[in-house]
């Protein structure tokens, strides 16, 4: 990779409370606490298991018939070990590549509900008449069973600009749902599968708080990841709910009203990057797709597979990033039915969890024009095999710790890889790989505390030979801004560029394959 781009950024993130930062609009997003005790090499004997779910899927191999490959997994040999050679050989090699993922990493989604609907229940014009929001209800799958609110802000007189597609944020005016407790240790960098139950009242991770809300099995009800934060359309934890509309995680928004006050449309319009940079902005609450909650219920299950999208497919086993990358590809259906916005211009986007979310759902829907994960963190764009601290991989966040913490996100077949990435039979680079030859960008931070810099330089290096294949080589990119976890200016500046590079046809100054000192190629 070359060395020609300079490195964009604004001043980083210092302190999750730090009330300036929230009101200049960025999205300061702290790191677990550390363990109480060391992280053990294979998973404690007194984990309480979780009930297997029956899926139509063919079982494949367990950790202990796989064999150990420090190679990453190469995305150009078929299961058969022939090499990619044919367009159609490597549509054979994605749905394999799908399919595996599906089983170890992800789950099982279901099939596209081909029944998505929407009824507008607001709208209004805001800059002058130049742009109109609107909050769209949609409905879908078993008898119009599930919803989802979506706010959508479009340009009056111009459907033919990129539409970024924020997972995070809670859009305004939409009714704000009862939520599950969070997990007895939730958010504490602990062993989620050594307890049920719900935490204490005032306990929490991530946000603090705790609201009264409908009860749910476990307890009291909570905004996960954030407190009373996502029906106030306030700040939030690590890609969690944020602030209303205005920005992937609730970055690029200013907080209106006071701390936990919602911005009205007119608000977020004057400060949203996207609408600003004369983009159409679309966001969600991920959280309205499945609860992000530890909880489990007394036989071990999950509790969040009790609401939103998940008892209406008993038979599926998909963890909560499928769940809201299913939600954003819903949201995807509808917008090609809205005249507003151009059908071949979406870019997903999101920060920390929901950027892990970003990812998948740019790997599994092709109708995604840009794929831009910010701050996607283990699970995200570092490979296992480069990243955590068990095994020592060079630390951060790897396939130990979010198995430790997020199982819940996760296929629950991932778990029994806890300490052993090289048996992992894929890496994240896979699903790199599956949005080619769509253009993706890695958004990242130069001190980002989960973010392994090498395992996002390992995963990029051993996606591209996709890219090279079909001849798209410059549409796989990096940024590194000035920060720790969360999202800045710098992450908006290089997202425009790329999009506006390879979906308008704007020259940049910029390019996208350069790591700051010490890192990827310029490590020593």
């Not at 609408?275 to 609450?285: D, E, L």
């Not at 068990?390 to 077949?413: A, C, F, I, Q």
């Amino acid at each position: 990779m070359g060395m020609k781009r300079r490195l964009v950024g604004v001043a980083g993130l210092v302190s999750f409370a730090a009330l300036g930062l929230m009101l200049s609009g960025q999205a300061p997003q702290p790191a677990e606490p550390a363990a109480k005790a060391p992280i053990l090499p294979r998973p404690d004997p007194k984990e309480i298991p979780l009930p297997v779910i029956k899926t139509d899927m063919k079982p494949l191999p367990g950790v202990d018939q796989l064999p150990n490959r420090p190679e990453m997994p190469d995305v150009m040999t078929l299961n058969n070990g022939q090499k990619v050679k044919t367009a159609k050989q490597w549509d054979q090699r994605r749905e394999e590549m799908k399919r595996t993922l599906d089983w170890y990493a992800l789950g099982e989604a279901p099939p596209p509900p081909g029944n998505v609907k929407g009824t507008e229940l607001h709208s209004e014009l805001v800059l002058d008449g130049k742009y109109k929001y609107r909050l769209v209800h949609l409905t879908f799958g078993p008898n119009s069973s599930l919803s989802l609110d979506v706010g959508i802000f479009a340009p009056v007189d111009n459907n033919h600009v990129p539409t970024v597609i924020s997972i995070g944020g809670s859009p305004y005016g939409a009714t704000p749902l009862p939520r599950l407790a969070q997990g007895a240790n939730q958010g504490r960098n602990e062993d989620a599968l050594l307890v049920t139950g719900s935490a204490a009242p005032g306990a929490g991770g991530f946000g603090g708080g705790r609201a009264p809300g409908a009860g749910a099995p476990g307890g009291a009800g909570n905004a996960a990841g954030g407190g009373a934060a996502r029906a106030a359309g306030g700040p939030a934890g690590p890609g969690g709910a944020g602030a209303a509309a205005g920005g992937p995680g609730g970055a690029g928004a200013r907080r209106c009203g006071g701390f936990g006050t919602p911005c009205t449309p007119e608000q977020t319009a004057e400060t949203n990057q996207a609408i600003q940079h004369g983009y159409a902005y679309v966001v969600f609450n991920n959280t309205d797709c499945g609860e992000d909650t530890t909880l489990r219920l007394a036989d071990g299950s999950w509790a969040y597979r009790t609401t939103r999208f998940f008892p209406a497919y008993p038979n599926y086993d998909w963890g909560l990033l499928r769940a809201w990358a299913w939600g954003a590809s819903r949201v995807v259906d509808y917008l090609e039915t809205d005249a507003s916005v151009d059908h071949s211009k979406f870019i997903i986007t999101g920060v920390s969890r929901t950027g892990k979310a970003a990812l998948v759902a740019g790997a599994y829907d092709d109708r995604i024009a840009v794929v831009a994960p910010v701050a996607s963190s283990g699970g995200g764009t570092p490979a296992y095999r480069y990243s955590g601290s068990v095994p020592d991989r060079g630390g951060k966040e790897g396939l130990t710790e979010m198995v430790r913490k997020y199982p819940n996100w996760y296929s629950d077949h991932l778990h029994q890889f806890w300490g052993q990435p090289d048996k992992l039979p894929f890496d994240e680079h896979w699903l790199i790989a599956l949005c080619a030859p769509r253009p993706m960008i890695a958004l990242e931070g130069t001190r980002d505390q989960n973010v392994n810099q090498n395992g996002v330089y390992h995963s990029l290096v051993a996606a591209k030979p996709a890219y090279d294949f079909l001849h798209v080589d410059n549409k796989i990119g990096i940024s590194f801004a000035d920060r720790m976890h969360g999202e800045v200016q710098g992450d908006w500046d290089a997202m425009f560029a790329f999009a506006d590079e390879f979906l308008m046809g704007k020259p940049t100054t910029l390019t996208f394959d350069q790591y700051p000192p010490g890192m990827g190629p310029n490590a020593k």
